[in-house]
């Protein structure tokens, strides 16, 4: 069993920072894809990063592209969402997700099993 703890959600005024970690825990994670996910009130959930951690390939939504940066840290299994320059838009639940991947379903959110409970990001204008 595969478990994904998010943290450090909160409320940022426009233009700042917010860093987001995801501790997992439960098995070795070599050939598994790490990403994070955000859903607005009202809408799907949305692809925003991935981090494949045995190739250290990164993925990006065109929306947060040159804004967020995904990275890892591997003695503590824990993944980082450093969100810098926030829009009013990124406001959303932000969840990480976690499994064994192909390349092409990696920014589909149905193909993960594992999943956080999520953290809150508000970013007022």
């Known amino acids: 069993q595969v478990h994904v703890v998010e943290s450090g959600g909160g409320l940022v005024q426009a233009g700042g920072s917010l860093r987001l970690s995801c501790a997992a825990s439960?098995?070795?994670?070599?050939?598994?894809?790490m990403a994070w996910f955000r859903q607005a009130p009202g809408e799907e959930r949305e692809f925003v990063a991935a981090?494949?951690?045995?190739?250290?390939?990164?993925y990006y939504a065109d929306s947060v592209k040159g804004r967020f940066t995904i990275s890892r840290d591997s003695a503590s299994l824990t993944v980082y969402l450093q969100m810098n320059n926030l829009k009013p838009e990124d406001t959303a639940v932000y969840y990480c997700a976690a499994d064994v991947l192909a390349p092409e379903s990696i920014r589909r959110a149905w193909e993960y099993d594992y999943w956080g409970q999520g953290t809150q990001v508000t970013v007022s204008s």
């Open positions: 981090f494949r951690w045995n190739v250290n390939n990164t």
């Open positions: 439960g098995r070795t994670f070599s050939g598994y894809t």
